[in-house]
């Protein structure tokens, strides 16, 4: 008696062929956003501040510093919490952040920010120098103690961000932002951007530890370049983000031709456009956004 030949059953699916099917429907992974370092953002009205939102907004994640007592001894005040809100503003864009507290008075304090921001959010591609200090004084009224300490955070501290960048960079970490083709990431192009002023009479430390700034930063547009990073200036002219009087606010807006002061999302949106793919053929360059305002 024989036996009827049953045909072959499908084995069950096994864990890997499901899967590969599952695998074919989820959505490809976020791409990796480069990082910024913007230092100088303290204060949620300041212009370093504006920088950091319209960066985030344009796709990058954002390590920031900002020095309390500075603000604390100044006639604005230190804001409460600032750091935590606009952390909290760059996260609502999407952008990973880093606020690190940093006193530039202090030579070691670079590497630090710059060990932080990599053990927090990756390799630096964009390096943005907002920070400054500024307590008017002129040519006969300065204090060594003022000459000293503003060089010390203006232009020392700057030249050490500066250097540190260059000796650590090796290539952005993902594409820059608004580039569809996407550079990878070892030949992702650097950027850095110093916020300078061409203030000098009545604010004498301040002018001219700004002017040293302008050296270094003009500098770095050449010496770094092997590394593909592209290095400017920028003057952001007359910004109120609180500083002014009623009557130096209506003498400056009466000498722009534009007939307004300038905002810090003036000076966001051509540090984003610096730190864009589109910006790349602009280095070495001291700029002006500043409504047309006589110097």
Known sequence: MTT??????????????????????APAPRPARPV??????GRSIGIGAGIARQLAASGWDVAFTYWTPYDRRMEWGAEDGA???????????????AGIEADLTDPDTPARIFD???QRLGPVTALVLSHAESVDSGLLDTTVEAFDRHFAVNTR??????????????GGAGSAPGDDSGPAPSTAPG??????????????????????????????????????VT????????????????ELRTSLTRGTPLGRLGTPQDTAHLVDFLCSPQGQWVNGQLLKSNGGAAS
């Open 4 to 25: 009827e030949e049953q045909p072959p059953t499908a084995p069950p699916p096994t864990s890997a062929s499901t899967s590969t099917s599952t695998s074919d429907h």
């Open 36 to 41: 910024a370092l913007i230092t100088g953002v």
């Open 83 to 97: 750091a935590a809100s606009i952390a909290e503003e760059l996260a609502g864009a999407g952008a990973r952040t």
């Open 116 to 118: 932080e921001a990599e």
């Open 157 to 170: 501290a700057s030249w050490l961000l500066i250097r540190e960048y260059g000796l650590r960079f090796r």
């Open 191 to 228: 950027r850095i951007i110093a916020l300078t002023s061409d203030h000098t009479v009545g604010n004498l430390p301040y002018g001219a530890s700004k002017g040293a700034l302008d050296r270094i930063t003009l500098a770095a547009a050449h010496e770094l370049a092997h590394l593909g």
């Open 231 to 246: 290095a400017n200036v920028v003057n952001p002219g007359p910004v109120d983000t609180g500083w002014m009087t009623d």
